[in-house]
């Protein structure tokens, strides 16, 4: 199993930036259904995929809602998958996951079977 080291959240204003990373202990080359994602989960409301990337091919898949604002990178060397987040809104303040798994989907959470611990981000003035 994937262990995976997430970094990034905070505080920010409403139009602001953040970037979260995600670091993976991938001791084996993955397969190409691997992938790695971002989830996210507001209070009160069910984990919707974000943002993920086939590891082998690097194609990207994004939610409706963060097309145009969000955008996914990976580094490979150093397993590490980035995600910088432009033009914050208040709507998307929630805790953000980053998951890891060979999956058929990508913008589903059926199959990815390492999750990380979180981390919060905040959209607030």
Do not use: H
């Not at 993976?24 to 971002?38: D, L």
């Not at 990337?53 to 409706?64: D, F, N, T």
């Not at 604002?69 to 996951?97: G, H, S």
Request: proline share 3%; net charge positive; charged share 15%.
């Amino acid at each position: 199993q994937v262990q995976l080291v997430e970094s990034g959240g905070g505080l920010v204003q409403p139009g602001g930036s953040l970037r979260l990373s995600c670091t993976a202990s991938i001791r084996t080359t993955p397969n190409s259904s691997f992938a790695m994602a971002w989830f996210r989960q507001a209070p009160g409301k069910e984990r919707e995929f974000v943002a993920g990337i086939r590891w082998s091919g690097g194609y990207l898949y994004y939610a409706e809602s963060v097309k145009g604002r969000f955008t996914l990178a990976r580094d490979t060397a150093k397993n590490t998958m980035y995600l910088q987040m432009n033009m914050l809104i208040p709507e998307d303040t929630a805790l953000y996951y980053c998951a890891a798994g060979t999956v058929i989907g990508v913008s589903t959470d059926y199959g990815y079977t390492s999750w990380g611990q979180g981390t919060q981000v905040t959209v607030s003035s």
